[in-house]
């Protein structure tokens, strides 16, 4: 059972637009919500995360958008660009324990 | 970049041959994990470690086991392999847990293929 079911499953977005990728969970006792970023031949790399306790976050062109009552979060990227083409990975955690369930992954690619 | 160190980076064996997978860190943290990813699935979790010699069960524990006799080492051994662990394996570190988790941060992975 996927307990972060993570859409679209792939991405294509122009260069200058919006990208937005979609989480939601049931489990009412996650806590930490990271976001991560995984380019081809390498690991998953922190890119932003959010607590419950505020509704967005940003850092850059990168906007986490959290909504607590309806179990929802997700990320958007402003200003696409070719180098954010990657995939991207949400995920939820409980404290204590520090286990992380991810999503599946979305394949966002950039065009010029 | 955090200090994870994977090895081998890539591994071609046949079914029913042990493996094991080392995972090297340098930042002395607490808590070790072992991910497996595969196309669908995204990130799973197979075995985790909080501590030398403390280790947990991940959702994909079967057919793999783990050690940590030191904080830097955290070992994957397959017992037998079969097609089926055919996957990319990433070693994680966190100095989470706590009263808030932290993130975690990862190696970059070993291709595994079992003929």
């Known amino acids: 059972q996927q307990q972060v079911k993570q859409s679209p499953q792939s991405l294509i977005v122009q260069k200058g637009g919006i990208s937005i990728i979609n989480c939601a969970y049931e489990?009412?006792?996650?806590?930490?919500f990271p976001w991560y970023q995984q380019f081809p031949g390498k690991g998953p790399a922190l890119l932003i995360a959010?607590?419950?306790?505020?509704s967005e976050k940003k850092e850059g062109r990168f906007t986490i958008s959290f909504n607590k009552s309806a179990k929802q979060f997700s990320l958007h990227i402003m200003d696409s660009q070719p180098g954010d083409s990657a995939t991207y990975f949400c995920a939820a955690s409980i404290t204590p324990g520090n286990q992380f369930y991810f999503g599946t992954g979305t394949s966002l690619t950039v065009i010029p | 970049d955090a200090g994870i160190t994977q090895s081998p980076r890539h591994k071609v064996t046949e079914t029913g041959t042990p493996v094991t997978l080392r995972c090297h860190q340098t930042e002395n943290h607490r808590y070790m994990y072992w991910y497996r990813q595969d196309p669908g699935h995204g990130l799973r979790l197979i075995h985790y470690?909080?501590?030398?010699?403390?280790?947990d069960k991940g959702e994909v524990s079967d057919g793999y086991s783990v050690s940590r006799s030191k904080t830097e080492d955290f070992l994957l051994t397959l017992e037998s392999a079969t097609s089926s662990q055919t996957s990319v394996y990433f070693c994680a570190i966190s100095g989470g847990g706590g009263l808030s988790n932290q993130p975690q941060h990862f190696g970059d992975g070993t291709r595994l293929s079992i003929l």
């Open positions: 489990n009412t006792a996650f806590d930490y």
């Open positions: 959010i607590r419950p306790d505020v």
């Open positions: 470690s909080y501590g030398v010699k403390d280790t």
